[in-house]
């Protein structure tokens, strides 16, 4: 049995008025401590997609991106690159584009993400709106036998 700790954060999802379902996710990366600990931390992958049922809807950028940390002791503000993806069909016949900003070096506090997104469809007509999510942290704790980590559990 390993002992695994997971620095995460709470994840987003939200319905919005250009008709795609927008989500996102701070994922910490998993290192090995010792055989019989892992912990997953800093640098966090930052995961934006957005999924819709429009087969017109082509592509999916993300503008005006920024993450500051809402702890009073700690000042964090950083600006993060403008982004773009395509929309692919998934195996749900749903159509999802996802965006991943790699390698933020942030301390585990509670944060908020604000951006602006716009989603374009095959003739160029795009829908655009401003969002803002937290993430709170959250510390899990938990035990993984041999048979789970060779299953992905």
């Known amino acids: 049995m390993k002992n695994h700790k997971d620095y995460a954060y709470s994840e987003f999802q939200n319905e919005t008025q250009c008709e795609v379902v927008i989500n996102s996710h701070l994922r910490g990366t998993t290192k090995t401590i010792d055989n019989n600990n892992t912990v997953s931390e800093s640098p966090y992958d930052?995961?934006?997609?957005?999924?819709?049922?429009?087969?017109?809807?082509?592509?999916?950028?993300?503008?005006?991106?920024?993450?500051?940390?809402?702890?009073?002791?700690?000042?964090?503000?950083?600006?993060?690159?403008?982004?773009?993806?395509?929309?692919?069909?998934?195996?749900?016949?749903?159509r999802k584009a996802s965006i991943v900003i790699p390698k933020l070096d942030i301390e585990h506090i509670d944060y908020e993400l604000s951006f602006s997104y716009s989603v374009i469809s095959e003739g160029g007509k795009a829908c655009s709106e401003k969002l803002s999510v937290k993430f709170n942290k959250q510390l899990n704790e938990k035990k993984v036998s041999a048979w789970d980590a060779l299953m992905g559990i």
């Open 46 to 94: 930052l995961l934006v997609w957005a999924t819709s049922n429009h087969p017109e809807f082509k592509e999916f950028q993300v503008s005006a991106v920024e993450l500051k940390g809402t702890n009073k002791e700690t000042e964090v503000d950083l600006k993060l690159p403008d982004s773009k993806a395509y929309f692919k069909e998934t195996k749900s016949e749903d």
